[in-house]
């Protein structure tokens, strides 16, 4: 088992930054790639990043291209989201998500989820 716990979310204007943690725990971190998604109310959870074991692989929805970037500590057992540029429709529960397969997170069904972090932009 692998438990992820997301945290930094919060109320931000439009334009400003949030960094999101996710810590994870339970398993060897370094084994696992990492991804966030996000669900807008009303919405279906969307795929936002991804990130690769060591970090030098990642992958952007276009929607975020340009201004989110994910990373990962290895040393830390952790993986985070740095959100600049936010727009309102940024707005909604981001969660973390942790699979053995690039390929399970892309496709929006890892094993693991976190239980998410609410961001709000507003106008």
């Known amino acids: 088992q692998v438990q992820l716990v997301e945290s930094g979310g919060g109320l931000v204007q439009a334009g400003g930054s949030l960094r999101l943690s996710c810590a994870a725990s339970g398993r060897t971190f370094s084994n696992y790639r990492m991804g966030w998604f996000r669900q807008a109310p009303g919405k279906e959870r969307e795929f936002v990043a991804i990130?690769?074991?060591?970090?030098?692989?990642?992958q952007y929805a276009d929607s975020v291209k340009g201004r989110f970037t994910i990373s990962r500590d290895n040393a830390k057992s952790t993986v985070y989201l740095q959100m600049n540029s936010l727009k309102p429709e940024d707005t909604g529960v981001y969660y973390c998500?942790?699979?053995?397969?690039?390929?399970?997170?892309?496709?929006?069904?890892?094993?693991?989820w976190g239980q998410g972090t609410q961001v709000t932009v507003s106008s």
């Open positions: 998500a942790a699979d053995i397969s690039i390929s399970s997170i892309r496709s929006g069904v890892p094993t693991y």
């Open positions: 990130i690769n074991t060591s970090g030098g692989i990642t």
